[in-house]
């Protein structure tokens, strides 16, 4: 699915199965109503416990999954993803906390994605689609946590095919690498929806990368966001 498909308001989407992980009732109804149509809410659960079960009995596609859950061994969200790791599902993290433990934990734990509850619900249906489909999402200012936390590696003697990249892939690249969004990148730059993702695959293409989480490892890998 193309990034144009994810933000454009009238594009048809498969609808996701989507199971809603918060320990407040209140948030829960208003996620729910705030959530795009395309999102089927097949089940609720507001403890460590209920989401486990919940998740190996619905297999849903994506769980909206708080970091801060009562009940099971006191790990909260990342208890959550660790426990239902056999079950084909991504996990899309929602918290009112932007601390960098909380965000490594529940990435640590299997999570693809974090946004904090401040996420307006087309926010965190197009982060829905996109985890679905095997993106890394993060609010812009929390990548660097995980940048800091998973990419510490340092920069090889290998060829890393920068001369391959023109200059506006090179801009393209480092935006998309910092957590931007395609929606993001193309305001900052000044160029469409597309022309952004027409970059995006070229970079991924010459870099010999599968998705921009790997990208934005390899760049902070090289330190060059």
């Not at 959530?35 to 089940?43: A, K, M, R």
């Not at 859950?69 to 993290?93: H, K, N, W």
């Not at 982060?127 to 946590?145: I, K, N, Q, T």
């Amino acid at each position: 699915m193309t990034e144009d498909a994810l933000n454009s308001p009238g594009s048809a989407r498969e609808p996701l199965r989507v199971v809603l992980v918060d320990d407040h009732g209140i948030f829960r109804a208003g996620l729910r109503a705030e959530l795009g149509p395309e999102l089927n809410i097949v089940g609720e659960a507001a403890s460590v416990e209920e989401a486990v079960r919940a998740i190996h009995e619905l297999a849903p596609d994506v769980v909206l999954l708080d970091v801060h859950l009562p009940g099971g061994r006191g790990g909260g969200g990342a208890e959550v993803a660790q426990a239902c790791a056999s079950v084909p599902t991504r996990f899309l993290a929602l918290s009112v906390s932007d601390a960098a433990e909380d965000v490594v934990a529940v990435i640590r734990a299997g999570a693809r994605g974090y946004l904090t509850k401040s996420a307006t619900g087309a926010d965190i249906t197009s982060a829905a689609y996109r985890v679905a489909a095997g993106d890394a999402v993060f609010s812009p200012r929390l990548a660097g946590f995980v940048l800091d936390a998973f990419g510490t590696t340092a920069a090889t003697d290998t060829e890393d095919n920068l001369d391959l990249l023109s200059a506006r892939e090179m801009q393209v690249m480092r935006l998309i690498a910092r957590g931007y969004t395609y929606k993001e990148t193309a305001k900052e730059l000044f160029i469409s929806i597309k022309t952004v993702e027409t970059h995006v695959s070229a970079v991924l293409r010459k870099l010999q990368l599968s998705n921009r989480y790997e990208l934005a490892r390899w760049a902070s890998d090289r330190r060059i966001i």
